[in-house]
């Protein structure tokens, strides 16, 4: 028997899809390589088994967020390139060369720090803000490090110049274009090296934005990674046993604060997973679910640990059924937008035991 028969709720993650998506963003990307950001425990769904899924589709280069993430990773895969996003505080230089991780540096102080007592030129990428405003260098920083990179960057080899896109999901929007043209403009001021600007959304831009690589994020692990761009493989199947089932008369209510009236006889059912396990509350009375071949309304608040469905007009519902509440039925993307919110905070939400199947 499967460990998912003994449970409530748990999460389904098809590592085979995650293998397929990265390819098509290898495809996607052309001439140019393509990344794997396993950040953020691998977007929710365990990097420990989706990095070696993605070393498999032949990714060789990753990105994580945190130093203690890419510390993690690198216990898992031994000859792979490593890029913290985080970059290199002072406190964090003797670790980032200890396991053999490359800093993403965000400032002039990161690179004085990385460089700082080293006997030869330490490898990092280099972050240069051309619209975000988060990280990265400033235009004033860039024009200094321009100006004086041969001393700045004596004991720092810069292995990827890179920038992020604010808006590369919205293929329409202007600051795509400016955000392209400054980045140009700061790799004409400093020394040649490989260069990436697009992350999952960037790289369905063109060609122009691909430079040497683009960084596929999102997109691995299903999100759409554009606004009304072509659908990738579901990955994530969230699924809940019905606990019970109720018929309420017309003009009754469910759940907390009574929020739903039955406009008719209705049935109900029980499902247990709810808020603390990532259903977001905001789906409260519009979320929509997935059981006995059917969609079943939510009905009423998310609760805690549990939500409720109309399943009025589907048949032969009973307790112990599966009810799907993300996945092939209930894509992620329909998900996020109902609880008003993005496919990376409803996948990242997910606190739940997590099976891994190997199916594309």
């Given amino acids: 028997m499967k460990d998912s028969d003994f449970e409530a709720a748990w999460l389904t993650v098809r590592l085979g899809a995650i293998g397929e998506n990265y390819r098509d963003f290898r495809r996607l990307a052309g001439s140019a390589s393509a990344a794997g950001v396993v950040k953020a425990d691998g977007y929710g769904l365990g990097a420990a088994f989706v990095a070696p899924a993605l070393a498999a589709a032949g990714c060789d280069t990753f990105f994580v967020a945190r130093l203690e993430e890419g510390i993690a990773l690198r216990n898992v895969l031994h000859d792979v390139r490593i890029f913290v996003l985080d970059g290199a505080p002072a406190d964090a230089v003797p670790a980032l060369i200890a396991h053999r991780l490359t800093p993403v540096l965000n400032s002039l102080s990161q690179i004085a720090d990385y460089g700082a007592g080293a006997t030869s030129p330490r490898d990092a990428a280099i972050h240069i803000d051309t619209g975000m405003n988060r990280l990265g260098l400033s235009k004033e920083e860039l024009s200094l490090l321009a100006a004086e990179w041969r001393t700045r960057l004596k004991n720092v ?16 929007n202007n600051l795509n274009l400016t955000q392209l043209n400054r980045f140009r403009a700061a790799l004409a001021m400093l020394p040649p090296a490989p260069a990436s600007l697009a992350a999952s959304g960037g790289a369905y831009l063109g060609p122009a934005y691909h430079f040497d690589q683009v960084r ?10 554009q606004e009304g761009g072509p659908p990738l493989r579901t990955v994530a199947i969230l699924s809940a046993r019905v606990l019970q089932l109720r018929r309420i008369d017309r003009g009754e209510s469910v759940g907390y604060a009574a929020t739903f009236h039955a406009k008719r006889p209705t049935m109900l059912a ?4 709810g808020y ?9 009375n519009k979320g929509i679910a997935y059981v006995g071949g059917g969609r079943a309304p939510y009905a009423g608040r998310v609760s805690m640990d549990m939500t409720i469905l109309d399943v009025t007009d589907l048949a032969d519902i009973k307790a112990g059924d599966v009810v799907e509440l993300l996945g092939d039925h209930a894509p992620l993307e329909d998900m996020a937008s109902l609880a008003g919110t993005n496919a990376y905070e409803i996948l990242t939400g997910l606190k739940l035991p997590r099976h891994y199947v190997d199916a594309a």
Avoid: F, Q
């Fill in 157 to 172: 080899r810069a292995v990827l110049l890179m920038s992020h896109l604010a808006c590369g999901d919205e293929p329409k």
């Fill in 216 to 225: 596929a994020g999102i997109g691995l692990y299903g999100g759409a990674p």
């Fill in 270 to 273: 029980t499902v247990a997973l």
């Fill in 276 to 284: 603390a396990g990532g259903i977001p509350r905001s789906l409260s």
